[in-house]
């Protein structure tokens, strides 16, 4: 069974999805959209050597396309929620770039509608896929009982996007739910419990000062710490600096339970293991996926979560990455950029009621 896919947004992101999708077999591309021409001409490009799309101005169009099974939505963020508006009118299934939405209202509306809809939909935080992420998750038992995770990202400033959409809060719902909604996915995942409090320190102190678009300066910030703290306890960290291009290692991830650590990079290739004894650490390494056709910018993520969804829908299995998992990731973002505003630290329950 071939799976038909439907593109939405055909700028950097989307590009990057035509890119993994031409490297298997069992799939092809019906439909590109994208409302300016330079990205459709983008499209173009990269499906011409295996797949011959039609390629629309108005995404609507894939939307009265009958033979498309699925759709990649990878417009800017704060459309995500006025084009799944329109794809719940449907019956198809979705991939919805991270993060979810820009809001916490429309996250929030988006997350009720997907439980009635009859497709599949998958929201993109392919971090989890990535070979150390996810060789990290495999060996999560041996530390006993997660009560730290510290995750640190020291790289480059945001990359330009069409239209530099990327400047501006409005736009993006802010650094820490744009950039980081795959690093607060993650901490879900490995720490227990739910978050329950949210402290951040951050500033726009380097980035993209010199810089005006239509009389206005960005306003995105460009370093922060943030601590969640779970409500069993446990605790998690994110150190992140976006003007540290030449670090050794773009990420360093630790998880410590009350047995043992866990620690990796991204890139890298392997996983220290390490008791509570002194000198009782080892280092796994990280077996290539062998299902890895097109490494890309993600090292083999996007591939391999594309490989997921496409085996969800055959079997007609509920999705890996839910929309309550986009809900959770962009939430604790969004409760970090309000503590960075504020000074204060965010209660993620009264952050929630507040929007009920």
């Known amino acids: 069974m071939t799976i038909r896919y439907g593109i939405i947004g055909t700028g950097m992101m989307g590009c990057e999805h035509i890119r993994n999708l031409a490297a298997m077999d069992d799939v092809?591309?019906?439909?590109?959209?994208?409302?300016?021409?330079?990205?459709?001409?983008?499209?173009?490009?990269?499906?011409?050597?295996?797949?011959?799309?039609?390629?629309?101005?108005?995404?609507?169009?894939?939307?009265?396309?009958?033979?498309?099974?699925?759709?990649?939505i990878a417009s800017p963020n704060f459309t995500h929620i006025d084009v799944m508006r329109d794809v719940f009118?449907?019956?198809?299934?979705?991939m919805l770039e991270k993060p979810m939405c820009t809001t916490l209202t429309d996250a929030l509306e988006l997350d009720n509608s997907a439980a009635s809809h009859k497709g599949i939909?998958?929201?993109?935080?392919?971090?989890?896929?990535?070979?150390?992420?996810?060789?990290?998750?495999?060996?999560?038992?041996?530390?006993?009982?997660?009560?730290?995770?510290?995750?640190?990202?020291?790289?480059?400033?945001?990359?330009r996007k069409v239209g530099d959409w990327n400047r501006f809060n409005r736009n993006t719902g802010g650094t820490l739910v744009e950039k980081c909604c795959h690093f607060f996915d993650l901490m879900n995942l490995v720490v227990p419990g739910n978050p329950k409090r949210v402290i951040a320190s951050g500033a726009q102190s380097v980035n993209h000062l010199d810089e005006v678009y239509n009389g206005e300066?960005?306003?995105?910030l460009d370093n922060a710490y943030v601590i969640v703290e779970y409500d069993t306890g446990a605790r998690a960290m994110l150190d992140l600096c976006m003007f540290a291009e030449g670090s050794k290692f773009?990420?360093?991830?630790?998880?410590?339970?009350?047995?043992?650590?866990?620690?990796?990079?991204?890139?890298?290739?392997?996983?220290?293991?390490?008791?509570?004894?002194?000198?009782?650490?080892?280092?796994v390494p990280i077996e290539i996926d062998i299902r890895v056709k097109h490494e890309g910018r993600h090292h083999g993520s996007s591939f391999l979560e594309h490989r997921e969804f496409i085996n969800?829908?055959?079997?007609?299995?509920p999705p890996a990455v839910t929309t309550h998992d986009g809900l959770m990731s962009v939430l604790v973002g969004m409760a970090a950029q309000e503590s960075i505003e504020t000074g204060q630290a965010v209660d993620i329950q009264g952050l929630l009621t507040g929007n009920q």
């Open 28 to 72: 092809d591309i019906l439909a590109v959209a994208d409302p300016n021409e330079e990205p459709r001409q983008w499209a173009r490009k990269y499906c011409a050597d295996r797949f011959t799309p039609s390629v629309h101005e108005d995404y609507r169009d894939l939307l009265d396309n009958d033979d498309i099974d699925a759709l990649v």
């Open 89 to 94: 009118k449907t019956d198809k299934h979705v």
């Open 121 to 159: 939909v998958w929201v993109g935080l392919e971090y989890r896929y990535m070979p150390t992420t996810s060789a990290l998750l495999l060996h999560l038992p041996e530390v006993g009982n997660v009560k730290m995770c510290a995750i640190q990202e020291h790289r480059f400033p945001f990359l």
């Open 217 to 220: 300066v960005p306003d995105i």
């Open 250 to 283: 773009e990420q360093m991830i630790a998880v410590t339970g009350d047995d043992g650590k866990l620690e990796t990079t991204v890139p890298g290739d392997e996983v220290f293991i390490s008791k509570r004894e002194r000198n009782s650490g080892k280092s």
């Open 312 to 317: 969800a829908i055959r079997e007609q299995k």
